[in-house]
């Protein structure tokens, strides 16, 4: 197979300026892409192309689907593998890396954020662990799904640019078409990639690293007395957060690994994540976790805890006495438990259409995701329907339950806890359709995608896109996305595809 193209300057379609590369060379591999047979271009997402200033010429998809894939490296570009380590369902592996993934380079966007360019599924590389480095299609068109429907549900996530088929079969437990997604993220510094440094002793190494992310991510905190203690209450918070708002649209992310866990506070890796369907607070759907570990419950406690690997990589650099460096890394991690309590509370304040906060608000809460549960009600479809009963409208709202008695009796405290507030039912619904979406990327929709792309039809992954660009509005064409799946249509499990 042929070494790839390196392309010409005038014609290259990113403008990079690649900073991870001038980090220490143990940072990472230098690795090209491996050329595939017959790449061919499935999605482009020209919105983002725009907005990263990307000049592509839609009109030579050939030429397009030749760099995207990894054929062509256009000028520029300094193709890496990253090295991190991490915690795999709670045991340590001391080496991971990019195994199929290369980072091509950054780019500078039009609002000024540095944003890395990878091609996921692009060949093997001194990481893959005997791997082939390939991606098939199926795991490809799920992340580029799911993490667009993230980006407009206002969660932040890694992006989608592309996705190109290679013309290849790769092998896992069936022969698959083969595929290459091109993912944009704000980096691909993990908690993981600390934890490299810290496994080999090299503090050094934590410390370039972590100035690095100070530069990147929390330039506020350079100037900061205990900057590296401050980075650690910077990431846990911005984790926190972003745990809340899963939370709060039921999704489930299924592999929460330490390698899983970005720095910069963006959900990436959507192997086999999922969305909740009835409220079960232990619902698992990853067939790699058999013991539950990353259910939808336990999201926030093993937030916490990867956030405590984390701060153990930093504790050196915290205070040269350990005990001050562990006391200042414990009250992170207490504060970690606060700032989620607040922000989840926050976000479910806003889904059941509070305006203020009021003592008994968390219990309220609480009473209707226990009715909730007993009732089997789907849990996109109530919270979006409880804004008609917002307006006097019980009947949807109700019908989502299997035994509505005790939604009822919740009804009552909720419309009591709503009088003291000054809203009208009007503004109140409007402003909790604002954050209840109507279609999430139901699992069996996503199978249903998937499954018609092997077939050669995209109609359906195409369809799937277009009605989640608007998630939060009701739209008569796809009003079959609001649906729960039917019992013959319901998702069990879902997988890595590695």
């Known amino acids: ?5 390196l392309g010409p300057k005038e014609n290259s379609v990113f403008r990079f300026d690649n900073s991870y590369t001038r980090l220490p060379e143990h940072f990472f591999a230098s690795v090209y892409p491996e050329p595939v047979e017959g790449p061919t271009l499935l999605k482009f997402n020209t919105a983002l192309a725009d907005e990263l200033g990307i000049e592509a010429d839609e009109s030579d998809p050939v030429r397009l689907a030749a760099i995207l894939a990894g054929n062509v490296v256009p000028a520029g570009a300094s193709p890496i593998a990253m090295a991190y380590a991490g915690h795999q369902f709670g045991n340590f592996v001391p080496q991971l890396g990019d195994g199929r993934a290369i980072l091509l380079g950054e780019v500078v966007d039009k609002a000024g954020r540095r944003r890395d360019i990878q091609l996921k599924g692009a060949g093997p590389t001194p ?3 005997r791997g082939d480095g390939r991606a098939a299609l199926g795991p490809v068109l799920r992340e580029y799904i799911v993490s667009e429907a993230m980006h407009a549900l206002g969660v932040p996530a ?13 092998y896992r437990e069936n022969v698959e078409q083969g595929a290459v997604f091109v993912r944009v993220a704000a980096s691909h510094v993990r908690v993981g990639t600390f934890q490299f440094f810290a496994a080999r002793g090299d503090t050094d190494g934590v410390r370039t690293l972590a100035d690095y992310v100070i530069e990147r991510h929390y330039p506020e905190l350079k100037d900061s007395d205990d900057r590296y203690l401050a980075l650690l209450r910077a990431v846990a918070f911005a984790q926190a957060d972003l745990i809340a708002k899963w939370m709060g649209i039921g999704f489930i992310h299924g592999v929460m690994n330490t390698d899983n866990m970005t720095v910069s506070g963006e959900t990436i890796d959507f192997g086999p994540c999922a969305f909740l369907d009835e409220y079960d607070a232990m619902k698992v759907f990853s067939s790699i976790d058999q013991m539950g570990r990353y259910a939808y419950r336990n999201q926030p406690g093993i937030g916490q805890w990867n956030i405590a690997r984390l701060a153990e990589c930093l504790l050196p650099l915290l205070d040269e006495n350990e005990e001050k460096a562990v006391e200042g890394a414990n009250a992170v991690l207490k504060a970690f438990g606060e700032r989620f309590q607040a922000a989840w509370l926050g976000v479910f304040r806003r889904k059941i259409g509070l305006g203020r906060e009021a003592e008994g608000d968390g219990e309220l809460v609480q009473a209707l995701l226990g009715a909730m549960h007993e009732g089997e009600a789907d849990f996109t479809l109530a919270f979006r329907r409880l804004a008609d009963a917002a307006e006097g409208h019980d009947d949807g709202f109700l019908s989502t339950f299997k035994d509505p008695a005790k939604a009822i009796d919740w ?30 990327p139901r699992n069996h929709r996503i199978q249903e995608a998937i499954a018609a792309a092997n077939y050669g039809d995209l109609s359906f992954f195409e369809r799937l896109l277009q009605a989640l660009e608007k998630p939060f509005e009701e739209r008569p064409e796809f009003a079959d996305y609001m649906l729960p799946p039917k019992a013959e249509e319901r998702v069990t499990q879902t997988f890595c595809g590695t």
């Open 127 to 129: 990481f893959s662990r």
């Open 411 to 440: 009804l009552g405290r909720w419309r009591e806890r709503l009088g003291a507030e000054d809203l009208g039912g009007a503004a109140r619904a409007a402003a909790m359709r604002s954050v209840n979406p109507a279609i999430i």
């Open 158 to 170: 890694t992006r989608a640019l592309a996705a190109v088929a290679t013309g290849e079969q790769v």
């Open 1 to 5: 197979m042929s070494f790839p193209i």
